[in-house]
């Protein structure tokens, strides 16, 4: 369930340099003291005068001001009437007053952000954004303030953050430490890191709470927004007892400084009933949870996103309590609420996806409906109508999904996302697969199943690729392409080297200014190309059947999603689509790093019984004409070569690789794109070995055997069109890979040692020799900018084929930044192994590839010099050839 927060806006007086009379004096001590009713009577009193007088800059001030009071007393369509009227005023008569034009812009934005517009805020706050450079420093920070919480709003974490810092920023650096201005940014800062960082949350909100009391008092309306956060963030704990302390404390305040109807009184209502609901008292959640919508359909009307929040709660008490006609009009209302102008005819009514307030509560409240559908259907109704309906909403759930993650501006909020939709995508397999089974539509709902399956494969790199094709296909010109890298190289550099000195503020301004350049950059190209937009986000699924076609006969495809309580294994072959669901073993993940752990660190009994114990789990029956598998990988499974399985061949256990070759790849949209793959135009072969890394920053022992795996390869070479180039020890540089034209190579072979950052994959890394432009660390995020055009990218490296593991989008690492450069296969590592066993593996793969390079195939290859091994008398231990995977065909 989407959960709104209490925010601080920037909300302060507007008195610009104009002369202010008795009236406007009173009208302003009024305001200061929260008495806003009487402030808002003396204000127009005073701009009447100032009308007659012809002083209309004071004027417009005075009515600004009155936006400002209605604001604090939470009539929010008065306030937007007020702004909206004065900001076309302002435009009409005063358009050289840019200052007015700023603080109008920004008390309308403020005004949309709390009425719940929060798409026509940003845009709003973007063009008060664009007058910022002559501004107060504090109206500035009041400004990045603003777009911080519209980005947060929108899912934007990242983008509201670097607004938050920025704001508290310069009010620390005009007000000093412990102002009430620096004690907004924390609060809102809070609610930033609230689910990712608990304990941040917590003394970002406790240092707020403490300069609210010392500058403010104990019963000011900033300190129950402070026990109103705690309150949330005890929540988030299952600390219940101590959020419903907090929630009575912020109810004390409201009620003694506000008469009646406030949004914030309506808001520690439904924030009590989601806690007393978490506890299970359904009823007492429901009492709670109507008060609270009572209030804000007075406040706001039926169209509001709290509205909207707070009938979902109310159909989940409604949902537990098993009353499911009253949760299923509840949630219904719920999501036409967040609607502006759609209205629903009937409970199984699905709305079309535009005109939403929020779309992370649409999709909350859709996913809601969906589970209360399949809930009522197995516990009440039995009805194909009720479980039909929830995979519908599932699907559009799916839809959503894809329109909300072209709003999401971040790589990191986009990974995100995934991870929130991964719950969707593990319930539409579940029951897509269900209904196959218990209809006659088994092909239509495998292929639904499937469908949700390929969708939480490696969204973030799918649209990366698309990006690139679509740059090459909508007609950008070079300049504009060039532009974009120098944004990316820039922006590469500052992170670096804020990752060396992650306390430098200078540096952490500069990045979130560039960065701001570089999304405003691409937008621009959205909107001058729509080509290049529509090419970027379109949403056409590969069907089943378009893949089949293109499947040698002797291939097959199996692709895995890791639900919570499931695994769902989909294998596509030529002739067939078979499903299977194996029931998740609790310990699955420990059993996964056990045989890893016993591999890597050659535990044979270990490796025996939980090879055979994952190879029951994820290895389907497999037909007698197939001996090439494609793995499409899902979560920790990412992590374990599926080659080192042992499978049962009447009473011989084999590895897998004796009997199939297997490469491994991102998604089944991917394995297809391959089939239309051309090879590269390219020729030759760059070989590079620092071989000795004495001069790095980081201290590695030294790999003699890569200088001559790399010797012999480069003599195999010799004798084939594909001409050898070599850069040994001091010439394998940074620099040199940066400047050298590598797509003019066929294969790039990287014989040196790797490292990868789990928590920041874009600081994984591949060391190469140091020089005077460069330190010798080739990031994940520089290799995104390179441009390559390899038939196949080696790394005869250590974890190369590792890194973070994200829920939809797999291992987030070297490979993919590789790929997205424009690899087209990659041979990478999930360990380190001895240079010499590596070194004869390279050199066994490379004499056997050149004996047919004229195709782009490389999975037998790999698989004759891993046999080759497996028979040798010193290397025949999975230790020393299980780790090398092909990623490609």
Known sequence: MKHLSLYLLGLVMIHLAIAQDSLMLAANQKFATGKFDEAIDLYRSEGEILLKNKDIKSYVVCHLNIGQCYLELGDIDAALDQTSNTVDFINQDLAAEKTLLFEALLLQGEALLKIGRNNESLEVLKQAESLIATQDPLKQAECYNDLGVGYWNNGNKELSLGYHEKALGIRKEVLGDTSVQVANSYINLGLVYLKEDYLDAVIAFTDALEIYKKQLGDRHSQVALCYSNLAFANSAQNNYGAALRYLDLTMEIWN?????????????????????????????????????????????????????????????????????ELAMESIQQSIYANLYDQTYFDLYQLPKLENYFNADILLSSLQRKAQILETMHFNKTLKPRDIKSSLDTYRLCDDLISDIRKIRLSENDKIKLGEISSQIYDNGIRIALYLADNTFKKKEYQEVAFNFCERSKSAVLQAAINDTKAKNFAGIPDRLIEEEVSYQTYLNYLEQQLEDNPNDAKTRAMVFDVKQKYIDFIKNLEETYPNYYNLKYQKDLLSTAELQKNLPSNTLVVSYFIGEDNIYIFTISKKEITTSIQAKPDDFNQSVNALRNSIKYRINDMYMSS???????????????????????????????????????????????????????????????????????????????????DKNDTKMVSLPGSEAEVKEIKYLFMSSSDKPEVLFKDDASESKIKSIDLASYKYLHF?????????????????????????????????????????????????TGLGKIAKGEGIIGLSRSLMYAGAKNLIVSLWQVSDASTSELMIDFYQQHLNHSSNMIFADDLRKAKLKLIASENYSDPYFWAPFILIGK
């Not at 808001?267 to 919508?293: H, M, P, R, W």
């Not at 598998?629 to 080192?644: N, R, S, Y």
């Not at 874009?762 to 055009?789: A, V």
């Open 256 to 324: 003694q400084n506000f008469n009646g109807d406030h949004p914030n009184k309506a808001f520690t209502l439904s924030n009590k009933g989601n806690i007393l609901q978490e506890q299970g008292n359904y009823d007492e959640a429901l009492i709670v949870e109507q008060e609270a919508l009572q209030m804000y359909l007075r406040l706001f009307g039926a169209k509001h996103p709290e509205v909207a929040n707070t009938y979902a709660l109310m159909a989940s008490s409604y949902a537990q309590k098993r009353e499911y």
């Open 751 to 799: 014989a040196t040692h790797g490292m990868v950052h789990e928590s920041k994959p874009d600081l994984s890394r591949i060391f190469l020799s140091p020089d005077k432009s460069d330190d010798g660390n080739l990031f994940s995020s520089e290799i995104y900018s390179l441009d390559i055009n390899a038939d196949l990218v080696t790394l005869s490296a250590c974890e």
């Open 611 to 693: 090879s055979k114990a994952i190879s029951e789990i994820l290895i389907p029956k497999i037909s007698s004409e197939i001996y090439q598998l494609i793995i499409i990988p899902d979560g920790i499974t990412g992590t374990v070569p599926f080659e080192a399985l042992l499978i049962e061949e009447g009473d011989q256990s084999k590895y897998i690789v004796q009997k199939f070759g297997v490469s491994y790849d991102y998604s089944a949209t991917l394995i297809n794109d391959r089939f239309s793959m051309q090879s590269s135009t390219a020729e030759g072969i760059l070989l590079t070995a620092p071989v000795s890394f």
